[in-house]
């Protein structure tokens, strides 16, 4: 979804009042990219925490969708995630490809040794999470855990995966 000038320019702080998530997500959307443009000053990344919180929020729509707290959470979470994204810095240059199919093969059996060196959990949170590319509800409900310990799992996995990486 591409958001224009005209539609930052349209958007007071709005009172969505919609049963339908549907009928609410433009308005939502809205309001949760300006909150995250504010902090970040990038347009992407700004409709990414956008498009997060909105994921978020249709979760628990059953919950939310009628709360009058509603437009107040979704200002808050896009607040809290444009900060995350501040925190994390800007992301690393992508890495220049293998120039060469032993140098493939050996960038794979590294991955793998550093993979066998998590937990169980570890090694599925973050195999679901970056190889199969789930979102964190998605790897929950497969998992059969809380999305907090996705994150947990995946944040405690992917250092112990730098750091065997670093070694090597």
């Given at each position: 979804?591409v958001v224009?000038?005209?539609?930052?320019?349209?958007?007071?702080?709005p009172v969505v009042v919609?049963?339908?998530f549907?009928e609410?997500f433009r308005?939502l959307f809205l309001l949760?990219?300006?909150?995250?443009?504010?902090?970040?000053?990038?347009?992407a990344a700004?409709?990414d925490v956008a498009?997060?919180v909105?994921?978020r929020?249709?979760?628990?729509w059953?919950?939310?969708?009628?709360?009058?707290h509603?437009?107040a959470?979704?200002?808050?979470?896009?607040?809290?995630r444009a900060?995350?994204?501040v925190?994390?810095?800007?992301a690393p240059?992508p890495a220049?490809p293998p120039?060469?199919?032993e140098d493939?093969?050996?960038?794979?059996l590294?991955?793998?040794?550093a993979?066998?060196?998590?937990?169980r959990?570890?090694?599925e949170a973050?195999?679901?999470?970056?190889?199969l590319?789930?979102?964190?509800h998605?790897?929950?409900?497969v998992?059969?855990?809380?999305e907090g310990?996705?994150?947990?799992?995946v944040d405690?996995?992917?250092?112990r995966?730098?750091?065997?990486?670093e070694?090597?």
């Amino acid at each position: 979804m591409v958001v224009t000038a005209a539609d930052l320019r349209a958007i007071a702080p709005p009172v969505v009042v919609a049963a339908d998530f549907d009928e609410a997500f433009r308005p939502l959307f809205l309001l949760a990219f300006r909150a995250a443009h504010r902090i970040l000053r990038d347009t992407a990344a700004a409709e990414d925490v956008a498009a997060d919180v909105l994921g978020r929020l249709h979760d628990r729509w059953g919950r939310l969708g009628s709360a009058a707290h509603r437009d107040a959470w979704v200002v808050r979470v896009a607040t809290n995630r444009a900060l995350d994204v501040v925190r994390r810095g800007p992301a690393p240059a992508p890495a220049a490809p293998p120039s060469s199919f032993e140098d493939e093969v050996a960038s794979r059996l590294v991955l793998t040794s550093a993979l066998r060196r998590l937990s169980r959990r570890q090694r599925e949170a973050v195999a679901l999470r970056f190889l199969l590319g789930l979102p964190e509800h998605e790897v929950a409900r497969v998992l059969g855990i809380a999305e907090g310990s996705v994150r947990r799992h995946v944040d405690r996995g992917l250092r112990r995966l730098r750091a065997g990486m670093e070694e090597r």
